[in-house]
Every structure is written in C-alpha cells, then in structure tokens.
T-cell receptor, first 113, second 111 residues
Framework: NAGVTQTPKFRVLKTGQSMTLLCAQD?????MYWYRQDPGMGLRLIHY???????AKGEVPDGYNVSRLKKQNFLLGLESAAPSQTSVYFC????????????FGPGTRLTVT | QQPVQSPQAVILREGEDAVINCSSS?????VHWYRQKHGEAPVFLMI?????EQKGHDKISASFNEKKQQSSLYLTASQLSYSGTYFC????????????FGKGTRLHILP
C-alpha cells in the first residue's frame, strides 16, 4: 500500500496563477484533511472532508477551495495564488472508526512569487 | 483555537528526560500527539481520550488532565532518534471529525 500520496512535491507559482494539489489515499479512509505548515505556526487545518461529496472549512479556509468527488481523492485548489500562500501543504486521512490516527502524506512545498 | 504548547524548544543530552505540555482553553475530549522529523511528514504517537488512562509505548508516555484541560508528553532516557518537533492536537467532541494542532515543541537531543 502506498498510503497517502501527494502531487506535486514542489511547485513555484506566480502571483495570480491557479493550481490544484492532489491527495490520494489507498486505505479506504472516510476522512481526509488539508493542512498548511508555516515556520512557528504548527499545522493549521484548511479544509476537511468526512466523506465522498462532503467538505467543510477548517481554521484557515480563505483563498482555497476543495473537492472530494471520489472517496480516495481530495483536491485542494488555489484560484488566484498570493505570496501569503507560500507554505508546505500536507494532506492526511483517517478512518471514521474512532479513536483514530491521521496518516499524513509527504507534503507539497509551494512557493508563490 | 490552537492549544498552547510549552516549552517552544528544548535541548537535552542523550539519556535525559523531557516533558512537553499542551493546554487548551476549551473542554477537551481527546488529545493527540505527533512527532515530525525535519523534512518529513508528522507521524502519530498516541491518543488520549476523556476518561482514559495514561498511555505510553517504549519510553514515551502521556497523561491527560481533563479538569485542567491539559496533557503532558513524557520522554524518558531520551535517545538521539527522539529529536524532532512534537505537536499536540485537540478534539473537543466525542468522535470529533477534526483536531486542532498546537504550534509545536522542537526537541533536540545531543550525543
């Protein structure tokens, strides 16, 4: 099993460009999450999903959109990238059967210039 | 609202003990601990639930004081492999579908 994978691993964008980050998991997990990690700020939840076709806002959702069309995939979109969105983005998944642990992907390093 | 972790950073020599604290302003149902090594993804350590006992594995254990809304992570006889950043995450509801992480505590173990 690959676990949680993220595509791409690195990306550089110019201000105003758009992009989509893909997260895929092969563990049949119901819950999926997108976090951003900035120095000294810890892991902050952007959006999450408790099942196919459902999404919810986390702590820092502004400037991002998400979709969960298939159970195994969770997409994070930036419609108009800003330098403040320069960060490392982690995707995670977990089972619905609590207590649960979250399995993290390797991360995507995004730089917006 | 992010839980507050203390200390922000700690440097130890191999074999020494460390305690990392996590506190919340909200009543908690669960506390989750993760460790992240530099350049890698966070990795799960343990979960503590309201009404549950102190948990641990190997030389890493944790406690959860529900009344004080606090948790502590104990690392005894630290090893070089314990170096990294430790995050606590808190859930406020039974079977909560999300947790909120603190800013982390950086632990550096010297030989």
């Amino acid at each position: 099993n690959a676990g949680v994978t993220q595509t791409p691993k690195f990306r550089v964008l110019k201000t105003g460009q758009s992009m989509t980050l893909l997260c895929a998991q092969d563990m049949n997990h119901e819950y999926m999450y997108w976090y951003r990690q900035d120095p000294g700020m810890g892991l902050r939840l952007i959006h999450y999903s408790v099942g196919e076709g459902t999404t919810a806002k986390g702590e820092v959702p502004d400037g991002y959109n998400v979709s969960r069309l298939k159970k195994q995939n969770f997409l994070l979109g930036l419609e108009s990238a800003a330098p403040s969105q320069t960060s490392v983005y982690f995707c995670a998944s977990s089972t619905r059967q609590g207590p649960y642990e979250q399995y993290f992907g390797p991360g995507t390093r995004l730089t917006v210039t | 609202q992010q839980p507050v972790q203390s200390p922000q950073a700690v440097i130890l020599r191999e074999g020494e003990d460390a305690v990392i604290n996590c506190s919340s302003s909200k009543a908690l149902y669960s506390v989750h601990w993760y460790r992240q090594k530099h350049g890698e993804a966070p990795v799960f350590l343990m979960i503590l639930l309201k009404g549950g006992e102190q948990k641990g594995h190997d030389k890493i254990s944790a406690s959860f004081n529900e009344k004080k809304q606090q948790s502590s992570l104990y690392l005894t006889a630290s090893q070089l492999s314990y170096s990294g950043t430790y995050f606590c995450g808190t859930g406020v509801m039974n079977r909560d579908d999300k947790i909120i992480f603190g800013k982390g505590t950086r632990l550096h173990i010297l030989p």
